[in-house]
Each structure stands twice: as C-alpha cells, then as structure tokens.
C-alpha cells in the first residue's frame, strides 16, 4: 500500500425528510446569504425547490435562485452564477440536484473567491479557497456529494474537464433516498454505471498489497449488483434506493481508493463523448469500459480475473486466466445492457467518423502531450483503437 492522506469533512444526513432540515445546516455551516443552485426543473416539478426554500426562510436566511443547470455543466453558467455572488455578497452556495449542479455550485464557489478565471482551475490549477458548499442530492450516480472534484465543459472547443481541491469538498450533504425515486429508469441506469465505473477505476491499481481497499471495492460491486435490478424493476423501493445512494458516495468519496494508484482512463474517454454528444455520462460509461479493459486486460491479466471471480462468480480457469478475466468483462457488459444502457457508438448516438475528432481532444486538448496515462498509458493510436472498439 502507498503512503496517503484522507481528508473527508462531509457532514451527510441521510434519510427521509431530511432536506427539510437544509436551511439549519446552512446556518450550521456559517451561511447568511445563499445561491441557490439547480437544474431543468424536476426540483421545481417534485417541489423539492419549495421545501428548501421554506427551510431557510424558516432560518431566515436570505437567499438567490440560479436554476438551468444542463447535464454536462457549461462554462457559461458558472461564469453567470460568480458574478452573481459578487455582487450580491453571497457566502454559500447551495446545490439542489444531481452530480451536474452540485459540480457547477464548485466552479461558482471557487470562482468566485479567485482573482482569475476559474477555468485555471479546470486546467490543472489546484482549488485552495472557495465558498462553502452544501448540497441536496437527488440521483445517486456521480458522487460529487463526498468528493474534491468538479467536472465542467468550456462551450469554446467543448473541452470537459474536471478540477480538484479539498475546499470544495461540501460541508454538508443531504442525501433522501426517496427524493430519487423521480427519476426515469434511464437515469437510475446510468446512476448504477458511473456508481460502478468509479470503483472500477479505483480497482484497476498497479499498486500491489491492497487487500483492504480491494476487498471494500468488491463488497460496493456486489451491493451495486444486487440492488441495481431491484430499482429498475421497483423505482419506490426505498431500500435499494437507500443503499445504492451510499455505495454512491463511498464509491467517491475516495475511502476505497487510498494507498493505491488509480486508472480513470475510461472516464477520460468517456467525457469526450459526453462532451461532444451530449450523452449521459453514466450511458457513455457502459459503451466505454468494456471496451477499454478489453483493450488493457493483459498489462494484469490476474486483476481482471480476481474481480470476475469474486464479484462475477465466474470459475477461475488456472490454466488460461485470460479466460476468466475476459469472463468478467462480458459479465459487467451484459450486467448495463440488463439495466437498459446502450452497448455500442450507435445506441449511444455517437458516430464513427468523429473517432479521429475525439482522439485529438482527448490526447492533445488543453496541453495534453498526445498521451492519457492511468492503469496503462495510452497512445493516440491506442485510444483510436478503443473507441473502434465501441463502434
Ligand atoms: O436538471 P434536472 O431537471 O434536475 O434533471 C436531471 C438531469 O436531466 C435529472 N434528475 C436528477 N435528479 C432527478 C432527475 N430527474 C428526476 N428526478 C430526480 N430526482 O437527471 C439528469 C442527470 O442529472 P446530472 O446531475 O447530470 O446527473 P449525474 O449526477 O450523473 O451527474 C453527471 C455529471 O457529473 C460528472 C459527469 O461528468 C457529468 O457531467 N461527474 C462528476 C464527478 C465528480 N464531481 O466527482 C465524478 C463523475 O465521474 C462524473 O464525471
Ligand atoms: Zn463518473
């Protein structure tokens, strides 16, 4: 196991009515003027928005709107939700939403206490300072609830890129299991594929010696295994929503992820789709990953095997371990087709001829040196092999 630090303030209150109580987190966490922060409307349309908004009159916190959040946060929108801050003097920004608001809430919270422009921080500049945080969360996917990180898309040149800092961990998190039975199946999905992607990533280590985190990351699999059917079939089951909403953010919060190196290289590839088709992160997700440990199977072909045998229940062939790690991918890929995510470039909506477009962004965009490094590092070539892959 490698040397690490673990920093993770986040107060989470999880349960049942508990956005109810938003208003005197916020107090609690030294806020007396408040962005809030959402997205299309479905917090509007659950009345989520007006239930938050009572709890901090009852507080009696003054407090802004700034809704219209996309899926895939743009740039402009944070650039809009700075200025507000500014102006208005406010000291707490509060994310009502999914892994997109609570992201684009980051941005306008480091932001606004920085003298340049906010997407340094989006090209490798580590967030120091921002306002506090604190979100409610409503899908249980990304995992922004616990993490230092933010993902946004810069509308010139379309570049989604993420940013880290410990000052952008949220002070408090709200997580209602019961606020997430709204969404579509489609959205749960893709919530289930990201959930898994994250402890995918964090799996494929080359450090060695990492049994606790290991075996962490193979319970959160198999809890995500058990649970993701159950939702799709029953969206009011609570209780499966109840866990999945936790794996979630232990999935992230980098608990499973300490002491070894990480890959994140399926989630690079991914964004550029999300960033150029406008997909669900979570859907590009499931087209991406088999392809990619397919691709990589053989710098450690016993790590593919391991997660097939004790999360896949796949038999260990000794002989040709090949076999039991190739077992397990197609496992995972049959698994997100079961739930209803799309397998290739064109139930993804993603086309063949942009593979050369998507390569030169990935490998060469914002400074990169033609390469993407993780588990393995890949080449342009590589990269465009992948994504033929998916096609
Ligand atoms: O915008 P509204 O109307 O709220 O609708 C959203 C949106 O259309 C809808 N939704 C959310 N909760 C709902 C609901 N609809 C009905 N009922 C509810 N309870 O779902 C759609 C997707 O929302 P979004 O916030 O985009 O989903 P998610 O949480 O998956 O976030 C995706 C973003 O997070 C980034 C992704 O790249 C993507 O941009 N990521 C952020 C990470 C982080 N900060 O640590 C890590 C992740 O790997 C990921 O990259
Ligand atoms: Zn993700």
Redesign the pocket.
């Known amino acids: 196991m490698d040397n690490f630090t673990f920093y993770s303030p986040t107060f989470f209150v999880f349960g049942r009515d508990t956005e109810k109580e938003a208003g005197s987190y916020v107090k609690k966490f030294g806020g007396t003027k408040v962005l809030i922060h959402?997205?299309?409307?479905?917090?509007v349309r659950?009345g989520l928005l007006d239930r938050v908004k009572a709890s901090l009159d009852r507080e009696a916190i003054p407090y802004l709107i700034l809704g219209g959040?996309k899926?895939?946060?743009r740039s402009g929108l944070v650039y809009e939700g700075i200025d507000i801050c500014r102006k208005e003097g406010v000291d707490f920004v509060l994310a009502v939403?999914?892994?997109?608001?609570?992201?684009s809430s980051k941005a306008i919270a480091a932001g606004t206490v920085y003298d340049g422009d906010f997407w340094d921080f989006y090209n490798g500049k580590y967030i120091e300072e921002a306002l506090p945080v604190g979100t409610i969360l409503?899908?249980a996917?990304?995992?922004?609830e616990g993490?230092p990180?933010?993902?946004i898309t810069k509308e010139e040149g379309m570049f989604?890129r993420?940013a880290t800092g410990n000052a952008i961990r949220p002070r408090f998190s709200i997580l209602n299991p019961a606020?997430?039975q709204?969404?579509?199946a489609f959205?749960t999905a893709?919530?289930i594929t990201?959930i898994m992607?994250?402890l995918y990533e964090r799996y494929l280590t080359n450090t060695t010696e990492v049994e606790v985190t290991d075996r962490l990351i193979e319970a959160l699999l198999l809890t995500m295994i058990h649970e993701g059917p159950r939702v799709i079939e029953d969206p009011d089951h609570y209780e499966a929503r109840a866990n999945i909403m936790w794996a979630g953010m232990m999935a992230?919060n980098n608990a499973v992820g300490v002491g070894r190196s990480q890959d994140w290289n399926s989630?690079n590839i991914e964004?550029e789709l999300?960033a150029l088709y406008d997909c669900?992160?979570?859907a590009g997700l499931a087209v991406t990953m088999p392809a990619v440990f397919r691709y990589v199977m053989n710098h450690n072909v016993m790590r593919f095997a391991q997660v097939a045998v004790r999360v896949w229940g796949c038999q260990m062939d000794f002989a040709h371990p090949e076999v039991t790690a190739l077992a397990g991918i197609e496992a995972l890929r049959h698994f997100l087709k079961s739930i209803g995510m799309p397998g290739n470039f064109a139930e993804l909506g993603a086309k063949e001829e942009d593979i050369p477009k998507l390569v030169e962004v990935l490998c060469r965009g914002d400074g990169r040196q033609g390469s993407i490094s993780g588990f393995v590092t890949l080449t342009e070539e590589d990269c465009t092999k992948i994504y033929q892959m998916m096609v």
Do not use: E, F, R
């Open positions: 959402y997205g299309g409307g479905s917090v659950s959040v899926p895939n946060p939403g999914g892994g997109s608001v609570i992201d409503t899908i996917a990304a995992g922004s993490s990180d933010s993902v989604k993420g606020l997430t709204t969404l579509p959205q893709a919530g990201d992607a994250h992230h989630h964004h999300s669900a992160h979570g």
